[in-house]
């Protein structure tokens, strides 16, 4: 079964930084585009980053400067760099590959 799992998230206060990392199963992965995506509270679930097979990456605008993606095809794994991290970076961040959502980390940062 193909499966997007997800770890890093924790708690930090503002200025800190996490590490994402979404473990994909499955060889495919390799060739397809990646994403981290994240909903906060009463929000709706919007775009952080992606990178494409060949490391094309997009940022949102709220992130630039800020967050890093990064893939390793060697073992079918993307990051998520997260630095100078806000209380607005609060959420749960999900992988997002082919259509298939992981189950989410929650990441929260605090003033």
């Known amino acids: 079964q193909v499966r997007l799992v997800e770890s890093g998230g924790g708690s930090v206060q503002g200025g800190g930084s996490l590490r994402l990392s979404c473990a994909a199963s499955g060889s495919i992965f390799s060739l397809n585009a990646m994403g981290w995506y994240r909903q906060a509270p009463g929000k709706q679930r919007e775009l952080v980053a992606t990178i494409t097979s060949g490391g094309s990456t997009n940022y949102a605008d709220s992130v630039k400067g800020r967050f890093t993606i990064s893939r390793e095809h060697a073992k079918n794994t993307v990051f998520l760099q997260m630095n100078s991290l806000r209380p607005e970076d609060t959420a749960v961040y999900y992988c997002?590959?082919?259509?298939?959502w992981g189950q989410g980390t929650q990441v929260t940062v605090s003033s």
């Open positions: 997002h590959c082919l259509g298939i």
